[in-house]
């Protein structure tokens, strides 16, 4: 594992589970376990549940529960929620006319290989580093799930900055149609300048009325004010070797946004999260909860 991307493997790991374990979903990725093997879903899950004094020095309780305890508080707030609200805004933006759908950092992402119909007109372009492309597309052929003619691949590294070259090189992608850009998962691993080009570079990519979604840490992220659970997030992603490096105030953010020419159209607070997606699930699962991750809001703009 060590060459891929540990925190696109874990993010895997907790929509696998999530889906596997509940009747009622925050979000179905039921394909998720499908493209990691058996022998990795197990030992993510061994890992984890053998840490659970990192995580919750106080616990008393069997392995299982201890996953359990780790996946609800720790690992899938952030990969559920966040996916839940971006193809509920993509759906939206399918509706209002979107006809291309770019996922960033792609990684073990699988709405291209369960497409409701509603997207089967979207072209989808997923980008992502050559190394964790590779791997993912190896895990869908042994998986033996079917790609569909509207999904492409485009090998991207966007610390560098020629990532957009290779979207264009591709014909069937138009810079003239309306998309809808996803960028979950991204902003925290890159150097504020380097994400201030990266929205710069998909401002000149999209048209007018074009759409982009993305997670983001606040500026308490970094500080002592930070919540326990990112504290605990920040120490893990060092261990992987996935430093995280940016934050952002409401106002830094609006800033940057509005000097590469979006707006913000919706943005939600950590609080405002668990109400609008996780209170029905918490209502059902009274003892395994799920709350919105802390100094984490996420965010649409629109290409103005």
């Given amino acids: 594992m060590e060459q891929k991307s540990m925190t696109a493997l874990v993010s895997a790991f907790a929509r696998a589970y999530h889906a596997t374990n509940n009747d009622l979903k925050i979000f179905n990725d039921y394909l998720a376990k499908v493209i990691l093997s058996e022998q990795e879903y197990n030992q993510i899950a061994s890992i984890m549940s053998q840490g659970i004094k990192f995580f919750n020095p106080t616990f008393e309780g069997t392995e299982e529960e201890a996953l359990r305890w780790i996946v609800d508080n720790q690992l899938s707030p952030s990969p559920l929620g966040r996916a839940a609200f971006a193809e509920k805004a993509l759906e939206n933006s399918v509706e209002m006319g979107a006809e291309q759908y ?10 291209g290989y369960r497409q409701p119909s509603w997207a089967e007109k979207l072209q989808i372009f997923e980008l992502e580093h050559p190394i964790t492309l590779q791997d993912k597309q190896n895990r869908l052929g042994k998986a033996c799930i079917e ?3 509207n999904v492409h691949f485009i090998k991207s590294d966007f610390t560098k900055g020629d990532w957009d070259k290779h979207l264009l ?3 069937i992608f138009d810079k003239r149609k309306i998309s809808f850009c996803s960028l979950l998962g991204i902003s925290y691993y890159l150097p504020k300048e380097t994400l201030e080009s990266l929205l710069n570079k998909l401002s000149m990519l999209i048209p007018q009325g074009s759409t982009i979604t993305f997670d983001y840490p606040d500026e308490n992220t970094y500080t002592d004010q930070a919540g326990v659970r990112t504290k605990k997030q920040l120490a893990l ?3 992987a070797n996935e430093k995280m490096l940016g934050s952002y105030s409401f106002s830094q ?4 946004l509005s000097k590469n020419n979006f707006i913000i159209s919706q943005h939600l607070t950590p609080n405002e999260i668990t109400i609008k997606y996780f209170d029905n699930y ?10 919105a991750f802390d100094n984490v ?4 703009a629109t290409k103005k």
């Fill in 282 to 291: 918490n209502r059902v699962n009274c003892g395994h909860k799920i709350t």
């Fill in 297 to 300: 809001n996420y965010c649409l």
């Fill in 102 to 111: 770019l996922i960033l950092a792609a990684g073990y992402d699988t709405f």
């Fill in 169 to 171: 090189e591709l014909s």
């Fill in 253 to 256: 953010l609006e800033s940057l």
């Fill in 147 to 149: 790609i569909a003619n």
């Fill in 237 to 239: 992603a060092v261990k």
